[in-house]
């Protein structure tokens, strides 16, 4: 019998060092073992975060961030690719067809660059046709643009002292729009009509399709006198060019990217169009954008396009096609330094200076933000704490109110950086 007990003891010993062996190991006592796909909350049971290499950091943090009730009424695409590295750093749900919201003026800005080129100019002309007599001209004012986003009064005033210099002050004749570079459409497809949308016309001022009257206007304050009326029509090829005013390609990118201009993108997508044939369409532009798409890799008929400021509801692309185009742009020497200028910086300028204040990622990212009912959006780049560029694009669809999507982009990046 005592035998039997000295056994039952010996082995209970046995036993209770095992489990203490396992427990200890479970709480922490062999830390310098960290499980390869250890939990976002369990790191600190572990080893601290900070001390774990950048790239198992960074999942760790945006593991954590992806997760919560936020996500499970909503949907999500992110990626992060480390631009110097040549690797993907973290997806999920980079597929997901989505819509953009403005983060669409990236593909605009990135196809202008390439196709059109960081010194292309806008251009808007004045000419007469017709005869010249004392003090008065017998003809017509043509007044002929390529949809120059930028056109103020004192550009305009600027055209009409080509005419008082010709010590006129008299016009028999009318003042004619010529809308010839661009099909015009009232509105671009998917447009709501009831929005407070700008007007589609290669002669635009102020947001408005209103050039003959401004002129006319400016003449007035000249001095010149106009019997003709405000028309329509065709610049004659023999008319006289009087003066023309030239904006560089860079300056309208700057207002698209910067404060999210609508307006100005859809500018640019008409002059990438015309590169193609006149009269411009949205449809050509479209073309080059698809045949870009297809450059970088990917199939531009599994992305839907409509316009290109991204008002349209009906734009789908991915964060996985988003990613790839600033890839693209970033190894391109022709566009880069031109995209990289004109994109809102966190915390400092543009539709982010608010953004990421007293964080990692002040004066660090520079994105494209988005905004539709129920669409938020953030996409650019940022440098790691290892001094590499990356890429990344966060597309967040049916939030209801942008103050959550916000918050949890501004995290994204702010882990991006740390």
């Not at 698209?256 to 193609?276: I, P, R």
């Not at 669809?397 to 982009?409: C, K, P, Y």
Request: charged letters at 20%; aromatic letters at 8%.
């Amino acid at each position: 019998m005592k035998h039997k007990l000295r056994i039952f003891f010996w082995a209970a010993v046995a036993i209770g060092i095992v489990v203490n062996y396992f427990a200890g190991a479970h709480a922490g006592g062999r830390s310098d073992v960290v499980p390869s796909e250890v939990g976002a909350a369990d790191y600190a049971d572990t080893i601290p975060i900070d001390s774990l290499p950048y790239a198992e950091r960074l999942r760790l943090r945006l593991d954590s961030l992806c997760t919560g009730e936020f996500f499970i009424q909503t949907q999500l695409g992110l990626m992060v690719y480390d631009l110097d590295a040549g690797r993907v750093l973290y997806a999920l749900g980079e597929k997901q067809l989505l819509r953009p919201a403005s983060t669409l003026k990236l593909l605009t800005a990135i196809t202008a660059l390439d196709r059109l080129g960081s010194n292309y100019q806008y251009r808007t002309e004045l000419y007469f046709s017709g005869d010249c007599g004392m003090n008065a001209l017998y003809g017509d004012i043509y007044i002929k643009g390529t949809m120059d986003p930028t056109l103020e009064k004192a550009d305009i005033e600027r055209l009409v002292e080509s005419i008082t210099a010709l010590q006129t002050d008299t016009i028999h004749g009318n003042i004619v729009a010529d809308r010839s570079f661009m099909d015009s459409p009232p509105l671009g497809r998917g447009w709501c009509w009831d929005d407070d949308n700008p007007a589609l016309t290669p002669l635009v001022y102020q947001r408005k399709d209103n050039i003959t009257e401004v002129l006319r206007q400016c003449m007035t304050e000249h001095d010149i006198v106009v019997t003709g009326n405000n028309t329509t029509g065709t610049t004659p090829e023999d008319a006289v060019l009087l003066a023309e005013r030239h904006t560089p390609l860079t300056a309208v990118l700057m207002t698209m990217l910067k404060e999210s201009d609508n307006l100005y993108a859809e500018s640019v997508l008409y002059n990438l169009g015309g590169s193609t044939r006149l009269p411009a369409t949205a449809d050509a532009a479209i073309a080059h954008e698809r045949a870009l798409i297809r450059r970088t890799g990917l199939n531009p008929d599994d992305y839907e396009l409509a316009d290109g400021s991204g008002l349209s509801p009906y734009n789908y692309l991915s964060a996985e096609c988003e990613v790839f185009l600033l890839r693209y742009a970033y190894h391109d020497a022709r566009i880069f330094p031109s995209l990289y200028r004109a994109l809102p910086k966190a915390g400092t300028d543009g539709t982010l200076k608010w953004r990421m204040q007293n964080t990692l990622a002040e004066d660090n990212v520079r994105a494209k933000t988005g905004t539709l009912t129920g669409v938020s959006t953030l996409a650019g780049y940022c440098f790691s704490p290892e001094g590499h560029m990356l890429a990344f694009a966060i597309l967040n669809q049916g939030v209801i109110g942008r103050r959550r999507a916000h918050a949890f982009q501004d995290a994204v990046c702010v882990a991006l950086c740390k």
